[in-house]
Structure formats: structure tokens, C-alpha cells
């Protein structure tokens, strides 16, 4: 006799077809089946099911899985407040350029428009933060609906997608086929035409400059771009989200620093000095025009999978749409011959020689606090080029974005689209998860920490090799406070209250330390790298110095 298929079984056959082997999620009465079926008791082949904690911590971990691998990252919820705690995680998502679908639980279709124990018109919530938002009414359509959802957050301008999904349609028997895979479709490089101007506009300026953004992050697009610059050295400056994309054997050359918050960096004033602008794979959510062309004057070509949102102050001359890696290896082929103008060599020295002041910054401890450089120090000196760190938001970010070297794309992850607090540990966790055989790495202030800490208990369920770095500043919202501090003279409203942060861990089963003097910062830090399973380190750290970050300030762009 035939086995019966379930609608749960058909998202379970998608999931599948498309690669998917991890999903994250917490069970409730109105998708259970789906559960049962990602539990392993029908399908031993389904996807790795990670129960979390909270579901907006499902949707983070669900991101980092996008980010990491480029498949699409799948967050499990059931209905009413279940779908509720999504929002904020898809959202995340959908402005980082992230592939995630999330898929919510539902009442019965004969309840969708009854006063019924958790019905939520969860459709059209998801609708205006997603790239996709669907309601299943056919059972035979699950297959093509599932379909649908994960090619638009794998599209040109990668982000979210939703399923609700009803109780008793997740509970039907299916009597069609479900869908074959199908491949996505491959986009071609840029009009020759086009790439062919981009090459004489090159070699007719005098200070061309790459600026590159969340989109060059996957592999083939990074080895192009860093083919193209091993050949002619252009000055690159990243944005957060492109951190990692100069490779350590190009830093010395072609490396001139990130963008993302205040328009103080040396990337901001070689940008402003260029008379040649070219945008990679650069979103303006990572870090609007107008902060890093704030008088419009700049000429600007953008390369890119999508064309631009023109605005005031992005206006290019010339807009390359396609496949990003193969429109470089064909400007790489333009460009032939080409030497970068000699006269501009002193400038950039100069501005090289200020980005490396960074490095030579005091890092002098105060009192039983430690300075944020040395704790960027510390960490940089307990990595490695493959180690996997994931920011959280807050005053540490700023700092870490900064100073913190990084030279593999997607190893040092970064909210800078919606800058959400809370994305930290379940972003290290999902790393983690990927990467048993590596540490990973979570780098959060005690207030973000808080938002996720529950996760922690993950962490230690699945015995994952984490570190989590808590720049500890004493129970306040660090980052906004300073930024209030600017406008106001004064602070409201962050104050949240100090947490025993070593007792906690423990609390857990995970292991808690702390720098107890400055002295320690460096020899607590590799303890923690050489601890087994989660670790908590809560370094007091002193941020009298965040006034310093705004120095110089051309303009801001404040969070």
C-alpha cells in the first residue's frame, strides 16, 4: 500500500530537494506535524531540527545559515504570538540581503476569520517585510508555494520570504506529485558594451576607487574581485557587511579601511577625494550615500546584481546590472595594461599611513577597566584567518568594526542594515553548528547579551565550541547613552542594571571567567579559546573613550 503524504511532508521534500539540512525553530499545537517530521520519526533523512529558545533567535540563527552557506536559512514557528516573535529576525534578514524563509503555523482555514485562539492575519503582517508572503489554501499546492518562497530569497537582491501555513493543510493528505527541484537561474555579466566604458572611464581618472558592499561576500564573486585587484591594486574600502573581502596577502596594497557609522574613517575621506566611484555589490542600507557623499559631487558607477535606488546623493553615471564575478573577470580582461596613476601614490601612502595609526592607538587601562583596544587586541591574537566572529550591536561594534582585522568574507559578521540587538550568539551558534571542528566566536555588550542570553542554553545542549566575549560596561545601553551624552550633555532611559555574568554562564552548564585586572585581559582570553564547549568571558571594559570614535566628525550617521 502507498504511503499516505502528509502537507508536512511535502515542506519536508522541499526543504530537502533545495539542500536544506538545518532548520531552527520551537513547536506548538498548530504545526506539529511538521515537527514530528523534522524530529526524524517520519523522514531519517530531514533536515537537522535545532529547537531554540526564542523564536527570534530561530530567525537570527536562520540568517547566519543564509549568510554562511547561500542556501536559504528556514525558521519554524507555530501560530498567534509564535509568527508574532519573527517579525524582528525577518525583517534582520530581509535588509542584510540574507536568504531566510520562515514558516508559521496557522489556525484552520474554516477559523481564518473567526475571533479564534491565536488567528493573526500573519500573511499580510510578514507581507511588507519580505520579498514573499503566502497563505497555503490548497493542500496540492504546498509543493509549488514552498517552490516560489525559496527562489525569491535567493533573488538578485537576496532576502526574506513567509509561509503561513494552517493547521489542517499542514495535516492533509496530498494527492499530487510534489515538484521536482528546479536550478536557479544563472545571470550573465554586464553589457560588454558598458564594462568596456567602465575600462576607459578607469584609465582616464585620476584617483579610481572600489567601494565594495554585502554583495561581493560569496565566493566566486570575492575571487574575482581579488583576482582583479591582484592585477592593478585599486584602493578598496569596505563596508561592514563586505569585511572580509581584501584577502591578507592584498591588506598592504589595497585595504584602506571600512565605512558603516560615523563619517570620520580614512575610507570616507579617500572616497571624498576620488573622482572615480566604483560601487560593488554596495546596498545603501549598509551606509547611505549621504553620509559618505554628502555634497553630491562625486561620480559614481555602480556594478551591481540589481540597479540602483537613485536618490539626492547616488546618482551614477553609468549602472553595470549582472552577475557581479563575471562582469570583473571581463573589466579585468578591459583594463589590460592598465597602471594606477602614479601621482596619486603619495596620497594614498598618506592615507594608509593614518589607517595604520589605528593599530598604534594607546590601549592604557583604567583602573579595573579595559581599554577597547585591548580587547580588540586580545581577540585578534586568538584567532585566525578562518575563526568565525560574530558582532553584536552596541558601543563594541563600533570599536570592533574598526580595529578588527578581518580577511576572509563572512567571517566577521556584522548587523549594520537593521543594527539588531540580540544577533550575536545565535549568529555564533549557528557558525558553530556548520563547524564543530571550530571555534566560534560571539562578541556582544552585556545589553545585547541579555536580549539572546537565553541561547545559551543551546549552546550547551549541542556542546558547541563558543566563545562569547562580553564587553561588560556595567548594566547600560553603552551606545546609546554616549550618542545621547553628544546631544544632550546628559542620558535617559540606560540604565538596565548589572548581571553576575560568571554565575549565569554556570547556571547554564557553560563555563563563566572574568578579567578581574587588565593584567589578566590577555591570558583569561586564551584560557577561553582553550576551554571545551560554551564559554562566558565578562570583561569589564571602559568606554569614557567612545567620545574619541566621533572626533573629527564630518558627519554622522547615528544608530
Do not use: C
Given at each position: 500500500?502507498?504511503?499516505k503524504?502528509?502537507?508536512?511532508d511535502?515542506?519536508?521534500d522541499?526543504l530537502?530537494?533545495?539542500?536544506i539540512?538545518?532548520?531552527?525553530?520551537i513547536p506548538g499545537?498548530?504545526?506539529?506535524?511538521l515537527?514530528?517530521g523534522?524530529?526524524?520519526?517520519?523522514?531519517?533523512?530531514?533536515?537537522?531540527?535545532?529547537?531554540?529558545?526564542?523564536?527570534?533567535?530561530?530567525v537570527?540563527?536562520?540568517q547566519?545559515?543564509g549568510?554562511l552557506?547561500g542556501?536559504t536559512?528556514?525558521?519554524?514557528?507555530t501560530?498567534?504570538?509564535?509568527?508574532?516573535?519573527?517579525?524582528?529576525?525577518?525583517?534582520?534578514?530581509?535588509?542584510?540581503?540574507?536568504p531566510?524563509?520562515a514558516i508559521?503555523?496557522q489556525v484552520?482555514r474554516?477559523?481564518l476569520?473567526r475571533a479564534?485562539?491565536?488567528?493573526?492575519p500573519?500573511?499580510?503582517?510578514?507581507?511588507?517585510i519580505?520579498?514573499?508572503?503566502?497563505?497555503i489554501?490548497?493542500?496540492?499546492?504546498?509543493s509549488?508555494?514552498?517552490s516560489?518562497?525559496?527562489e525569491a530569497t535567493?533573488?538578485?537582491?537576496?532576502?526574506?520570504a513567509f509561509?503561513s501555513l494552517p493547521?489542517?493543510?499542514d495535516?492533509?493528505?496530498v494527492?499530487?506529485t510534489?515538484?521536482p527541484?528546479?536550478?536557479k537561474?544563472?545571470?550573465?555579466?554586464?553589457d560588454s558594451?558598458?564594462?568596456?566604458e567602465?575600462?576607459k572611464?578607469?584609465k582616464?581618472?585620476?584617483?579610481?576607487?572600489?567601494?565594495v558592499?554585502q554583495?561581493?561576500?560569496?565566493?566566486h564573486?570575492t575571487k574575482?574581485?581579488?583576482?582583479?585587484?591582484?592585477?592593478?591594486s585599486?584602493?578598496v574600502v569596505e563596508?561592514?557587511?563586505?569585511?572580509g573581502?581584501?584577502?591578507?596577502?592584498?591588506?598592504?596594497?589595497?585595504?584602506?579601511g571600512r565605512i558603516?557609522l560615523f563619517?570620520n574613517?580614512?575610507g570616507d575621506?579617500?572616497?571624498?577625494k576620488?573622482?572615480?566611484?566604483i560601487?560593488?555589490?554596495?546596498d545603501?542600507i549598509?551606509?547611505?550615500?549621504?553620509?559618505?557623499?554628502?555634497?553630491?559631487?562625486?561620480?559614481?558607477v555602480n556594478?551591481d546584481?540589481?540597479?540602483?535606488?537613485?536618490d539626492?546623493?547616488f546618482?551614477p553615471i553609468?549602472?553595470?546590472?549582472g552577475?557581479i564575478?563575471t562582469?570583473l573577470?571581463?573589466l579585468?580582461e578591459?583594463l589590460?595594461g592598465?597602471e594606477?596613476p602614479?601621482n596619486?601614490?603619495d596620497l594614498?601612502?598618506?592615507?594608509?599611513?593614518?589607517?595604520?595609526l589605528?593599530k598604534e592607538e594607546?590601549?592604557e587601562?583604567?583602573?579595573?577597566l579595559?581599554h577597547?583596544?585591548?580587547?580588540?587586541?586580545?581577540?585578534q591574537?586568538?584567532?585566525?584567518d578562518n575563526t568565525t566572529v560574530a558582532?553584536d550591536v552596541?558601543?563594541h561594534y563600533?570599536?570592533?568594526a574598526?580595529h578588527?582585522?578581518?580577511y576572509?568574507p563572512h567571517h566577521?559578521?556584522?548587523?549594520?542594515g537593521?543594527?539588531?540587538?540580540?544577533?550575536?550568539l545565535?549568529?555564533a551558534?549557528?557558525?558553530?553548528?556548520?563547524?564543530p571542528?571550530?571555534k566560534?566566536?560571539?562578541?556582544?555588550?552585556?545589553g545585547g547579551?541579555?536580549?539572546?542570553?537565553v541561547e545559551l542554553s543551546t549552546?550547551?545542549?549541542?556542546?558547541l565550541?563558543?566563545?562569547i566575549?562580553v564587553?561588560?560596561?556595567g548594566?547600560?545601553y553603552?551606545m546609546v547613552?554616549?550618542?545621547?551624552?553628544m546631544?544632550?550633555?546628559?542620558?535617559?532611559?540606560v540604565?538596565?542594571g548589572?548581571v553576575?555574568?560568571v554565575?549565569?554562564?554556570e547556571s547554564?552548564g557553560?563555563?563563566?571567567?572574568?578579567?578581574d585586572?587588565?593584567?589578566?585581559l590577555?591570558e583569561?582570553?586564551?584560557?577561553a579559546f582553550s576551554v571545551e564547549?560554551?564559554?562566558v568571558v565578562?570583561v569589564?571594559?571602559?568606554?569614557?573613550?567612545?567620545h574619541?570614535l566621533?572626533?573629527s566628525?564630518?558627519?554622522t550617521?547615528l544608530g
Amino acid at each position: 500500500m502507498e504511503k499516505k503524504l502528509y502537507g508536512s511532508d511535502i515542506i519536508i521534500d522541499s526543504l530537502k530537494k533545495h539542500k536544506i539540512d538545518m532548520v531552527f525553530g520551537i513547536p506548538g499545537a498548530k504545526i506539529d506535524r511538521l515537527f514530528q517530521g523534522l524530529d526524524g520519526k517520519d523522514s531519517d533523512d530531514a533536515p537537522k531540527l535545532i529547537v531554540t529558545r526564542h523564536e527570534q533567535n530561530a530567525v537570527f540563527m536562520a540568517q547566519a545559515y543564509g549568510r554562511l552557506t547561500g542556501k536559504t536559512g528556514v525558521a519554524i514557528a507555530t501560530s498567534g504570538p509564535g509568527v508574532g516573535n519573527l517579525t524582528t529576525g525577518l525583517m534582520t534578514a530581509n535588509a542584510e540581503g540574507d536568504p531566510v524563509l520562515a514558516i508559521g503555523g496557522q489556525v484552520q482555514r474554516k477559523d481564518l476569520y473567526r475571533a479564534t485562539h491565536q488567528r493573526t492575519p500573519s500573511k499580510r503582517l510578514m507581507a511588507p517585510i519580505t520579498h514573499f508572503s503566502a497563505e497555503i489554501q490548497d493542500p496540492n499546492n504546498i509543493s509549488e508555494t514552498m517552490s516560489n518562497a525559496i527562489e525569491a530569497t535567493q533573488e538578485s537582491r537576496k532576502g526574506a520570504a513567509f509561509i503561513s501555513l494552517p493547521q489542517d493543510i499542514d495535516d492533509a493528505v496530498v494527492t499530487e506529485t510534489p515538484l521536482p527541484y528546479y536550478a536557479k537561474p544563472k545571470m550573465g555579466p554586464a553589457d560588454s558594451d558598458d564594462i568596456a566604458e567602465l575600462a576607459k572611464l578607469i584609465k582616464s581618472s585620476k584617483l579610481p576607487v572600489i567601494l565594495v558592499g554585502q554583495r561581493v561576500g560569496d565566493k566566486h564573486t570575492t575571487k574575482a574581485l581579488r583576482n582583479l585587484l591582484s592585477n592593478y591594486s585599486f584602493p578598496v574600502v569596505e563596508t561592514y557587511q563586505a569585511a572580509g573581502v581584501i584577502s591578507r596577502e592584498l591588506e598592504e596594497r589595497t585595504y584602506f579601511g571600512r565605512i558603516g557609522l560615523f563619517r570620520n574613517q580614512v575610507g570616507d575621506q579617500l572616497l571624498a577625494k576620488s573622482d572615480l566611484v566604483i560601487t560593488v555589490g554596495y546596498d545603501p542600507i549598509e551606509y547611505e550615500p549621504r553620509n559618505w557623499n554628502k555634497d553630491a559631487k562625486l561620480r559614481i558607477v555602480n556594478l551591481d546584481t540589481v540597479p540602483a535606488q537613485i536618490d539626492n546623493n547616488f546618482t551614477p553615471i553609468m549602472q553595470l546590472v549582472g552577475n557581479i564575478a563575471t562582469s570583473l573577470k571581463q573589466l579585468d580582461e578591459e583594463l589590460n595594461g592598465f597602471e594606477y596613476p602614479a601621482n596619486e601614490i603619495d596620497l594614498l601612502k598618506k592615507f594608509k599611513h593614518e589607517l595604520d595609526l589605528d593599530k598604534e592607538e594607546t590601549d592604557e587601562s583604567n583602573g579595573k577597566l579595559n581599554h577597547p583596544l585591548a580587547i580588540v587586541r586580545a581577540l585578534q591574537k586568538n584567532v585566525d584567518d578562518n575563526t568565525t566572529v560574530a558582532l553584536d550591536v552596541g558601543s563594541h561594534y563600533i570599536w570592533m568594526a574598526r580595529h578588527f582585522r578581518s580577511y576572509q568574507p563572512h567571517h566577521l559578521l556584522i548587523s549594520n542594515g537593521m543594527q539588531t540587538l540580540g544577533v550575536g550568539l545565535p549568529w555564533a551558534i549557528t557558525s558553530a553548528l556548520l563547524n564543530p571542528e571550530k571555534k566560534a566566536v560571539a562578541v556582544v555588550g552585556d545589553g545585547g547579551f541579555m536580549f539572546s542570553s537565553v541561547e545559551l542554553s543551546t549552546a550547551v545542549q549541542h556542546h558547541l565550541n563558543i566563545v562569547i566575549v562580553v564587553w561588560n560596561d556595567g548594566g547600560h545601553y553603552d551606545m546609546v547613552r554616549f550618542q545621547e551624552e553628544m546631544k544632550y550633555q546628559d542620558s535617559a532611559g540606560v540604565n538596565f542594571g548589572q548581571v553576575d555574568l560568571v554565575k549565569f554562564a554556570e547556571s547554564f552548564g557553560a563555563t563563566g571567567l572574568r578579567v578581574d585586572d587588565p593584567s589578566n585581559l590577555e591570558e583569561t582570553m586564551k584560557r577561553a579559546f582553550s576551554v571545551e564547549g560554551p564559554v562566558v568571558v565578562d570583561v569589564p571594559v571602559d568606554y569614557s573613550h567612545n567620545h574619541e570614535l566621533a572626533k573629527s566628525l564630518i558627519d554622522t550617521q547615528l544608530g
